[in-house]
């Protein structure tokens, strides 16, 4: 069982900038893709943005093209989004997501971080 452990969600300005972690226990699969999602009060979870451990190609929502980077450590095991330009409708918790195997059927959820954007 692969574990998530998110961090780094707080209050910021609108503006300001934020660095999301996300540790994942040891595993060993060589075919993976590694997302963060965001979840808004009232909302459904939406993808914010995804890399590829296979390709190395990142993907973004067009709400947070230009602000957002999304990258990896894997001598660490790491994933990390870095948030900046922060709006108050980037407000939500969000969730690191790892899914894995040659059809992507192991899926693994953190158990999220909230972020709040507001003055």
């Known amino acids: 069982q692969v574990q998530l452990v998110e961090s780094g969600g707080a209050l910021v300005q609108p503006g300001g900038s934020l660095r999301l972690s996300c540790a994942a226990s040891?595993?060993?699969?060589?075919?993976?893709?590694m997302s963060w999602h965001r979840q808004a009060p009232g909302k459904g979870r939406e993808l914010v943005a995804r890399?590829?451990?296979?390709?190395?190609?990142?993907s973004y929502a067009d709400s947070v093209k230009g602000r957002f980077t999304i990258s990896r450590d894997e001598a660490k095991n790491t994933l990390y989004l870095q948030m900046n330009s922060l709006k108050p409708e980037d407000t939500a918790v969000y969730y690191c997501?790892?899914?894995?195997?040659?059809?992507?059927?192991?899926?693994?959820w953190g158990q999220g971080t909230q972020v709040t954007v507001s003055s």
């Open positions: 040891e595993f060993t699969f060589s075919i993976y893709a």
């Open positions: 997501n790892l899914k894995a195997g040659h059809f992507y059927e192991y899926d693994y």
């Open positions: 890399i590829s451990r296979t390709t190395g190609s990142t």
